[in-house]
């Protein structure tokens, strides 16, 4: 979306390696999700933050609200970690998504 | 967990039809939305509801009309189908306004409008 502006669009990662996916707002959020779409297409949560730092085993994301941006860290990415990432932001009631990240991971 | 079902999960109609796909949360949300998925958009809000009876256009309503029936349902209607409607539907709810506000998915629905 408009709002939201995801990236990378793509990436590539090897088996028990990391990287961080980022969420750009261009305008104030109150809070922001983060999902995964998996093979089958079903979106699963990941988090849900209104500030600060969450983590669940090896994710990990930041919100920083007054910067109007959000992290998602995967650390020693797995097979099944592969799928899209999504982020979606809310405001007003409403959530807007970003246009997903495609992660694969690679053995 | 919370649940949240969708039906019919596969629909084929032709350019004119009239469709209407169906979704249940059995958790007592007060928020229910629905949103479409294409190639290249993410997902895309078209409409929610925050209540029985309530309804709020989302960023891409034209085409589509819904309506909150219960606290539970929430349906989502093309009354004149066309093939640009061809996607992927999403239904979700959500408790927004408590401490609790995370949003939980149906499975979908994929609609092919012929």
């Known amino acids: 979306g408009d709002q939201v502006e995801q990236s990378p669009s793509a990436l590539s990662l090897h088996e028990g390696t990391g990287s961080a996916l980022r969420c750009n707002f261009t305008t104030t959020m109150r809070a922001v999700q983060w999902f995964q779409q998996n093979s089958r297409g079903s979106l699963i949560n990941l988090f849900y933050l209104a500030s600060g730092t969450k983590e669940n085993g090896r994710l990990k994301s930041t919100f920083n609200s007054k910067e109007s941006y959000s992290t998602l860290h995967i650390r020693d990415a797995q097979l099944e970690d592969s799928g899209t990432y999504f982020c979606a932001a809310e405001a007003a009631g409403k959530l807007t998504f970003g246009d997903g990240t495609v992660l694969t991971v690679k053995p | 967990e919370a649940a949240v079902t969708q039906s019919p999960r596969n629909k084929v109609t032709v350019t004119g039809g009239n469709v209407t796909l169906s979704c249940r949360q059995t958790?007592?949300?007060?928020?229910m939305y629905w949103y479409r998925q294409d190639t290249g958009h993410g997902l895309r809000l078209i409409h929610y509801s925050y209540g029985a009876g309530n309804l709020q256009i989302g960023d891409v309503p034209d085409g589509y009309k819904a309506t909150r029936t219960t606290q539970e349902d929430f349906f989502l209607l093309l009354e004149l189908a066309s093939p640009s409607q061809t996607s992927l539907y999403f239904c979700a709810s959500s408790d927004a306004g408590t401490s609790a506000e995370t949003l939980y998915f149906g499975s979908g629905t994929r609609l092919t409008v012929l």
């Open positions: 958790n007592s949300h007060n928020y």
